[in-house]
């Protein structure tokens, strides 16, 4: 079901954009590049000794659950989920995806404690020429403490930003299916724990 590897810091850059190719999908026309992949996972986890990852594979079962939480399907067959640990302690994870606004992806990190709970969420990257308001604290603010317990959608929980009506609603889904995602792949009963 998934494949675990373990990197230090040092071994960040490498690793996540040879590996991952996160970092390569960053274009120059951007209206707004606020985060690389290794400097959002500095930002969320300062004090941690490693940050590893697992690239989890979505086998029909897992596909099934998630699904039938979100109410619709993944548009990826496999995600990556970070794992900060200080000794054998887990510190927390993060996700990092992108979800379609008006017309331009919108990458995006959420930071999770490791019980689940939304600690922040971060816009890396902003495609749109406008909407950008989402960046914005206030409106970020709205996702710390959602757990899965949470409805998470854009004008029931989460406020909507005037003039950014469909990023809110892409934000909104994108943090709801990281709780979801790590919830069902890694918190709930039965999934392989992550290994440091």
């Known amino acids: 079901m998934s ?3 373990g990197v ?25 590049t606020f985060f690389t992949t290794p400097q959002v996972l500095k930002e969320f986890f300062p004090k941690s000794q490693r940050v590893t990852y697992r690239k989890v ?10 699904q039938g939480r979100l109410g619709y399907k993944p548009a990826k067959p496999e995600y990556v989920i970070f794992v900060a640990t200080t000794g054998e302690h887990v510190d927390g994870y993060a996700i990092i995806d992108e979800e379609m606004g008006q017309h331009e992806q919108i990458t995006f ?41 949470d409805a998470v959608r854009a004008g029931v929980d989460i406020d909507v930003v005037t003039g950014a009506t469909i990023s809110s609603r892409s934000m909104a889904m994108g943090v709801r299916r990281a709780i979801v995602l790590l919830d069902e792949l890694i918190l709930k009963p039965g999934s392989v724990a992550p290994k440091g």
Not at 8 to 27: I, M
Not at 117 to 131: N, T
Request: charged share 25%; glycine share 10%.
């Open 3 to 5: 494949v675990v590897r």
């Open 8 to 32: 230090t810091v040092k071994h960040f850059v490498l690793a996540l954009l040879v590996g991952l190719g996160l970092g390569a999908s960053l274009p120059a026309r951007a209206a707004g």
């Open 57 to 66: 594979k979505l086998g029909p079962a897992e596909l099934a659950a998630v």
């Open 109 to 149: 990190a959420v930071k999770l404690s490791p019980e689940g709970v939304v600690e922040r969420h971060e816009v890396m990257v902003y495609r749109e020429s406008y909407g950008q308001e989402i960046t914005d604290a206030r409106f970020r603010r709205q996702f710390q403490g959602k757990t899965v317990k």
